[in-house]
């Protein structure tokens, strides 16, 4: 049944990675092309940069479990290099079960009506003429916190197999 888990949070990654990945090229090209347009050409297009806008958001969130997942978390390394080495697997299940579930547990919970909200109505750009769709990049913070929970369960449950 880890196993099992294990296996699903590294399909979870592969297609978190993938869509950062996206999200990350489409970022650039919107952003190269809207200065071409600017000024090389003296036009703009309010729907590119909400597109590049959009990019950027769905990026930086989605980037945390993903960094999540392979290890790139910040630690005190000057205490946790002299402690025993069975104390960084102990310590991050702690940190888990204490600190990073139950914090993000909340974004979700208390995003949860809000990104309802957004579906509901369809919103899309607060820029008039814009882009519609921001309904879909807010849906991008409370999925990023349940990949955080799952990343990080997958960290402590391998360090446990290890």
Same mark, same amino acid.
């Given at each position: ?10 399909a979870?990654?592969?297609a978190?990675?993938? #869509? $950062?990945m996206a999200? +990350? =090229?489409?970022?650039? /090209?919107m %952003?190269?092309i ?24 769905v ?6 479990? #993903? $960094?999540?997942?392979? +290890? =790139?978390?910040?630690? /005190?390394? %000057?205490i ?7 104390y ?6 702690v ?8 914090v ?5 919970w ?6 309802l909200?957004?579906w509901?109505?369809?919103?899309g750009?607060?820029?008039?003429g814009g882009?519609?769709?921001l ?15 799952v990343?990080?369960l997958?960290?402590v ?5 290890a």
């Amino acid at each position: 049944m880890i196993a099992g888990f294990l296996r699903f949070a590294r399909a979870l990654d592969r297609a978190t990675l993938a #869509v $950062c990945m996206a999200a +990350g =090229g489409i970022l650039v /090209v919107m %952003v190269l092309i809207n200065v071409v347009l600017r000024y090389g050409f003296g036009a703009g297009s309010i729907k590119m940069q909400d597109l590049a806008s959009y990019a950027f958001a769905v990026f930086l969130i989605l980037s945390v479990p #993903v $960094c999540h997942a392979r +290890g =790139g978390h910040v630690r /005190v390394e %000057v205490i946790s290099e002299r402690l025993p080495a069975g104390y960084l697997p102990r310590a991050d299940a702690v940190a888990w079960l204490f600190f990073l579930a139950p914090v993000f547990a909340l974004i979700v919970w208390a995003g949860w009506g809000q990104t309802l909200f957004a579906w509901t109505i369809g919103e899309g750009s607060t820029t008039p003429g814009g882009l519609g769709g921001l309904y879909l990049v807010k849906a991008a913070l409370p999925v990023a916190a349940v990949l955080m929970i799952v990343q990080g369960l997958a960290t402590v449950l391998s360090a446990g197999r290890a």
